[in-house]
């Protein structure tokens, strides 16, 4: 197994991350315009936002979905039954994104939100098994916030206050812990990296971009407790990661407070590719 079992789905209710990931689909189903149905793919799907997204979406532009989820967290996948309209669920597969059990018959797949999490090899496999399941000239959509470049230039006084509150809150719920030499989340792929990494998959990228996001307070409290995101920012071990994520959201009000700021801006990283 090459992911980690993680959630984003305390975000995943947040005003500001379900506009960017609507205007990935958007661009996912305007790469391939005119059509009445599409078979799509939903990779690392969670508990099923993107496909309720491309739904409502494809039926905005007067078309159909047919999206088979996959995940290797059979819970949240159990979770998607209940909250996908059903009739956009064609199927549900618990597996691991570069081992996936299905044939080519795909016109769309997206990899939201979490290619990132994976490392330099499964990155590789995966993008390839996406490739293998896709129709000749099928879209591929890809979006992440964990890239170099996610901070804009005016964030980062917020981001260094936030650690100077939250570091000794974690030291004081964690005493005797021990740093980790691995910050896994903090060793992102630049945007330029990404666009390399896909196109050497066997895709041809037609449109790259960066979404500015405003994230309230509420945003960025959910986003500290994705444990990846704690843990490069904190530099904590995987045991506690949970402690490191708590003191992350209880100084995220304080940081706010004394910045006299109401939105912190991040950037997401956005690519549509078509199979080549």
Not at 9 to 22: G, H, L, M, Q, S
Not at 78 to 94: N, T
Not at 245 to 261: C, G, I, N, P, Y
């Amino acid at each position: 197994m090459t992911e980690r079992i993680q959630t984003f789905e305390p975000f995943a209710t947040e005003r500001a991350y379900i506009r960017v990931n609507e205007k990935l689909v958007d661009r996912m189903l305007k790469s391939l315009p005119g059509r009445e149905r599409y078979r799509v793919l939903d990779i690392a799907a969670g508990t099923g936002l993107m496909t309720c997204l491309a739904q409502s979406r494809a039926r905005a532009a007067g078309a159909e979905i047919d999206s088979v989820l996959v995940d290797i967290d059979l819970p949240a996948l159990r979770e998607a039954r209940r909250q996908v309209p059903p009739d956009a669920i064609k199927g549900c597969v618990s597996a691991s994104a570069d081992r996936l059990p299905l044939r080519e018959g795909f016109d769309l797949a997206v990899f939201a939100n979490s290619l990132h999490l994976l490392n330099e090899q499964a990155k590789l496999d995966s993008l390839a098994e996406t490739r293998r399941i896709l129709h000749a000239g099928g879209a591929l959509a890809v979006n992440t916030t964990f890239y170099e470049g996610a901070y804009p230039e005016e964030s980062k006084r917020f981001y260094s206050h936030w650690l100077r509150r939250a570091v000794p809150e974690v030291n004081r719920r964690l005493p005797h812990r021990v740093k980790s030499q691995k910050a896994q989340a903090m060793e992102w792929l630049p945007a330029l990296g990404y666009k390399q990494l896909i196109a050497g998959s066997g895709f041809k990228v037609i449109e790259m971009r960066e979404r500015r996001v405003l994230l309230g307070q509420a945003a960025v409290r959910s986003i500290s407790s994705y444990k990846e995101f704690a843990m490069g920012a904190l530099h904590a071990t995987e045991e506690d990661a949970e402690e490191a994520s708590r003191a992350l959201q209880a100084t995220v009000r304080q940081t706010f407070r004394e910045l006299k700021m109401k939105y912190l801006p991040r950037n997401w990283l956005e690519v549509i590719a078509l199979k080549a």
